[in-house]
């Protein structure tokens, strides 16, 4: 009983990272925030879909460059993170969208701290990327 108790008492100190929720990205160039995404699980898998651009010359711009089912479609409201898995800590696996250049990139996701998230983008290898910090939106 009393080890019963112990590892109830411990699974609420030791939770898996959230990622849900909702975050303002950050451009890795100019430091500007540019824009809202929506981080939501569905069937284990995670996806992000953009909520908001922030800057108003982005507003009503459409997915110009973008191919397939999402050309010419609007920005705000387009999945842009697909099919990424938990891998311990870090969700990996998926693609992330870039709207300005309609390019696919391979993507990992991984929490530093609560509110900052680490979005790294490549192709081929990891080491051969980018990465976005996002911070957690209030």
Do not use: H
Not at 22 to 43: P, Q
Not at 50 to 73: F, K, M, P, R, V
Not at 75 to 104: C, F, V
Not at 112 to 131: A, E, H, K, P
């Amino acid at each position: 009983m009393m080890l019963a108790t112990y590892f109830l008492f411990l699974s609420f100190f030791i939770q898996t990272p959230n990622y849900e929720g909702n975050w303002v990205t950050i451009d890795d160039e100019t430091g500007v925030e540019k824009s809202i995404i929506k981080l939501y699980i569905e069937n284990d898998t995670l996806f992000g879909r953009i909520e908001t651009l922030l800057l108003e010359e982005d507003q009503g711009q459409l997915c110009t460059n973008c191919s397939g089912a999402e050309l010419n479609q609007p920005i705000e409201g387009l999945i842009i993170l697909k099919g990424l898995t938990r891998d311990g800590d870090q969700w990996t696996g998926g693609t992330i969208l870039d709207p300005a250049n309609g390019k696919e990139y391979q993507c990992t996701l991984t929490l530093n701290g609560t509110s900052d998230l680490n979005v790294r983008g490549f192709i081929g290898f990891s080491f051969i990327g980018r990465t976005q910090r996002w911070k957690r939106s209030n």
